[in-house]
């Protein structure tokens, strides 16, 4: 498993940083993944849920790469959970990250550069409320904590939370398994 | 680290140093500009600072149209509004903006009015709104601190809605930030004290971050050593004109290094602390600064270490095993608030404010967790460590 994550990587990062055919499908597809995943991980786990309550009812975000996507789109539900709405948002956006080009997605989506790592960089543009920004990315990195192989995730996060390897298990096999059943139930 | 990226940007033209004002009316004619209004506030103008920009407009074939004198310590859109009629009605064709940080943001937001010929400054709050340069701007500071005469930001609030609007783009940056001595002389030592703190924040945190980059060190190593060496000798002479400079000079540098690579947690503990009890900036980064850089020590010891250069001299540092140099760092700055306190009582701890209730610390760390600033700040910060932080600040 590690190996080949790692090779995937590598070849992805082959040769000219622009030419990659892959990125772009890779993206969207993370960005499909980590939509989902952030809905199902606002339903199980409780420092997310803490986080989004703190949202406003009906609060929107985006997540997109410049100029022309790809995009994830979330909704805080009546439920007071994420409810992921797909790659194309109804309205503006309350709060709107934007990655400036899609190899930058790329670098946070692979997990070779952290959030805080690609604010530090200046990769990213927020558009909206910080204090809502603010909560979205503990969220982000709270879900990374959870699903992602704790050797991912160090790279990804300025420090991996004290999970025991119960926690990880449950914590993540719940998300995982609401991501089985929220995409059956649809 | 062939990974790391980086960007630097700072195109304020600097005018500095002795009959710096003098300048003033040659810059904007550069820029086309020969009708100048000045917007201050009560605090400057009474302090006779106001005359010596007049002064320097006299023999310069150029008048200064429009004074406005009345901004208030926390600015608002109303404010912005009626200054804009001011210079409107006045054929203003440039802004001198004279003073802090509340005439340096208010001025930011009269020029975005002005030049987009808007009334409603709303409209213009967020990134990237602004398209197209605005009107000559100058800034003239008259605290040595905020820095607010190099950054592109400004915060203004909106009294009706009761938020803070931030405004973020390149083209509120001033076209020059001229620095005289004569215009910091006066400066009341502790507002001097506080402000340099703020300065002295803006360069530690800057060059400790994760924004950190080589050339904001630069101006961040700079600007913390001209501090160490000044500051003191300033609250000895108020009216020693090159040590003013230095640290007027210092405060623009730190604000040059942190409007690149951004503050840490003491700016997010200080914004949270400045909000809820009202407590002036200056005072609360002094307050939080040895504290954070102690909650960062373990993991970014040799950073925090590498500025016991700037803070304590050659001699110091050189016999300062390398292991021991980011205590000693931290231990140097607390030797500078402690003497800060005797001199002029700022407080180096919340319970010496006097104005903080311990049952504050839990909405303090929850207001902190969901400040901008937190996340360039080196090492995670959870609720729990700011909990942490806040009550050995105590
Ligand atoms: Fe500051």
Redesign the pocket.
Known sequence: MKQLLQLKLGDLNLGSLNTAPLKRPYVALMMDVIGRGLEASSQVDANIKREVQKLPDGFMFDMRALPSGPCFVMEKNADGNLSYIGSEAPRKPDVSLKFKHLNHAFLVLSFQEGTARAFANDRILVDGEIAHAMKLVRCLNRMESLILPKFVAVRALKRYPQLSLKQKLAGGGKIYSRLAKNLVWG | MTKSYYEFFCPVKIVAGNAALEHIPHELRTLAAARPMIITDKGVRGAGLIDHVLGAFAESGMDVVEIYDDVPPDSSTTVVTQIAKLYRDSGCDSIIAVGGGSVIDTSKGVNILVSEDGEDLTAFSGVGVLTKPLKPFFVVPTTA???SEVTLVAVIADPEKGVKLPFTSYFLLPNAAVLDPRMTLTLPAHITAMTAM??M??AVEAFTGMGKNPISDAYAVSAIKKISENLMQVLNTPDDADARLELAQASTMAGIA?SNSM?GLV?SL?HSLGALCHLP??LC?NLFLPYVLEYNLAERGDVIGELLLPLAGAEVYARTPAADRGRAAINTLREIRDELYRRCKLPRSLSETGKVSRDQIQKLAEMALDDGSIIFNPVEVDLDDAISVLEKAW
């Open positions: 601190g905020t820095g703020d300065a924040t803006h942190f503050v700016h200080g900036h200056g980064m």
